[in-house]
């Protein structure tokens, strides 16, 4: 019995959550439904473990510079991006980030003007385990963009200049 006293109990709690009273035109109290939304993005969490493996892996070089001129290799939110136009699901995405981790080679590069700018990036020697990690939490997160990123990006790409590091629906 003290069960479903609790469970009726624990049911009107979660079901009118949301929900005021007021008065209407005529005087009569009616229910009023109300949801909450937000367009704020969540930042990154900077303090994760993969947050951590990324910049310690990965942003020592590829996390833009305060000018264009001086980058020595893409931006991670231009990594992201192409590997995103050409891989359309989160599956594909991790695998060509981590291929190209585990044994970078120009003739496999998506990022061809990179690699005639920067050349081939060395071999690395984080584990593919690692790899993993980080493309998934690249794919699965909003990247900060260096402050000129999008007006260069607009200016090579056209219109599509803005947003690159924005997440893509996930499958």
Same mark, same amino acid.
């Given at each position: 019995?003290?069960?479903?006293?609790?469970?009726?109990?624990?049911?009107?709690?979660? +079901?009118?959550? !949301?929900?005021?009273?007021?008065?209407?035109?005529?005087? &009569?109290?009616? $229910?009023?439904?109300?949801? #909450? =939304?937000?367009?704020?993005?969540?930042?990154?969490?900077?303090?994760?473990?993969?947050?951590?493996?990324?910049?310690?892996?990965?942003?020592?070089?590829?996390?833009?510079?305060?000018?264009?001129?001086?980058?020595?290799?893409?931006?991670?939110?231009?990594?992201?991006?192409?590997?995103?136009?050409?891989?359309?699901?989160?599956?594909? +995405?991790?695998? !060509?980030?981590?291929?190209?981790?585990?044994?970078?080679? &120009?003739?496999? $590069?998506?990022?061809?003007? #990179? =690699?005639?700018?920067?050349?081939?990036?060395?071999?690395?020697?984080?584990?593919?385990?690692?790899?993993?990690?980080?493309?998934?939490?690249?794919?699965?997160?909003?990247?900060?963009?260096?402050?000129?990123?999008?007006?260069?990006?607009?200016?090579?790409?056209?219109?599509?200049?803005?947003?690159?590091?924005?997440?893509?629906?996930?499958?």
């Amino acid at each position: 019995m003290n069960i479903q006293i609790l469970f009726l109990g624990l049911t009107a709690v979660t +079901f009118s959550c !949301g929900t005021s009273t007021t008065e209407n035109t005529e005087g &009569e109290t009616i $229910a009023v439904e109300t949801v #909450a =939304v937000t367009t704020e993005v969540a930042a990154i969490d900077t303090v994760s473990a993969n947050y951590m493996l990324l910049k310690n892996q990965c942003l020592i070089c590829h996390g833009g510079a305060p000018s264009h001129d001086e980058l020595i290799a893409p931006p991670m939110a231009a990594i992201k991006w192409r590997y995103s136009k050409q891989f359309d699901n989160k599956e594909d +995405f991790v695998n !060509g980030i981590v291929a190209w981790g585990v044994d970078p080679k &120009e003739e496999e $590069a998506l990022m061809k003007g #990179a =690699v005639k700018r920067f050349k081939v990036m060395p071999k690395l020697a984080t584990s593919e385990e690692d790899l993993r990690v980080i493309a998934e939490f690249v794919y699965d997160n909003e990247l900060q963009e260096p402050e000129w990123f999008a007006e260069h990006f607009k200016k090579m790409h056209g219109e599509g200049g803005k947003g690159m590091g924005m997440k893509k629906n996930q499958n």
